[in-house]
């Protein structure tokens, strides 16, 4: 059973463009929420995280989007860049660390 | 610079032959972490070790086990590979005090170690 569910599969933008990956669960008790970067051939990287009783949390191009009541998260890239083409992971935790699917981004020139 | 280390970054074993994947972290975190990563799918947690005590996730096969002789080192053991063990895994790292903040800390990642089945 996938706790944490991720979409979309692959998304491809132009650069300038904003991304936008979308995430949703089931548990009220997780209570953290990490998104991790992941380029070929590295392991994850953590690019930002947010906790529930926050609805925003901006890093730079990167913010999380929470809507506790909908159990839903979101990672915003502004103004995408070539450089952000990776696979990114979004997290919950609970007992442990849960894992969506991922969606590989393809920012184009 | 502080990292995880993983060895060998690829290895090729044969159907049933053990395997043994190392990983080494300069962090000083008490908390090392493996995951098995299977192509297009997310990291699943195998076991981790919080300090010296291990923890074993339940739908981790016995096929796989894990040794951490110090603060420093962790091996994953996989006492007979099937071809459905082929997968790219991953160590990782956290510092936690425990209690409730448990697993709040950023885990750091390896490169991986991408293991082939013949």
């Known amino acids: 059973q996938q706790q944490v569910k991720q979409s979309p599969q692959s998304l491809i933008v132009q650069k300038g463009g904003i991304s936008i990956i979308n995430c949703a669960y089931e548990n009220t008790a997780f209570d953290y929420f990490p998104w991790y970067q992941q380029f070929p051939g590295k392991g994850p990287a953590l690019l930002i995280a947010i906790r529930p009783d926050v609805s925003e949390k901006k890093e730079g191009r990167f913010t999380i989007s929470f809507n506790k009541s909908a159990k839903q998260f979101s990672l915003h890239i502004m103004d995408s860049q070539p450089g952000d083409s990776a696979t990114y992971f979004c997290a919950a935790r609970g007992h442990n660390l849960f894992f969506g699917t991922g969606t590989r981004l393809t920012v184009i020139p | 610079d502080a990292m995880v280390i993983q060895n060998p970054r690829y290895q090729v074993t044969q159907f049933g032959k053990p395997v043994t994947l190392s990983c080494s972290q300069t962090l000083n975190h008490n908390v090392m972490y493996w995951y098995q990563q299977k192509s297009s799918q997310a990291p699943k947690l195998l076991f981790h070790?919080?300090?010296?005590?291990?923890?074993n996730e339940a739908d981790t096969p016995d096929n796989f086990q894990s040794r951490r002789p110090n603060t420093s080192f962790c091996f994953l053991d996989i006492r007979s590979p099937g071809l459905g063990d082929a997968a790219m895994y991953l160590c990782?790292?956290?510092?936690?005090?425990?209690?409730?903040?448990?697993?709040?800390?950023?885990?750091?990642f390896g490169p991986g170690t991408r293991l082939t089945v013949l």
């Open positions: 990782a790292t956290s510092r936690d005090s425990g209690g409730a903040g448990f697993g709040y800390n950023e885990q750091f």
């Open positions: 070790y919080y300090d010296k005590d291990f923890n």
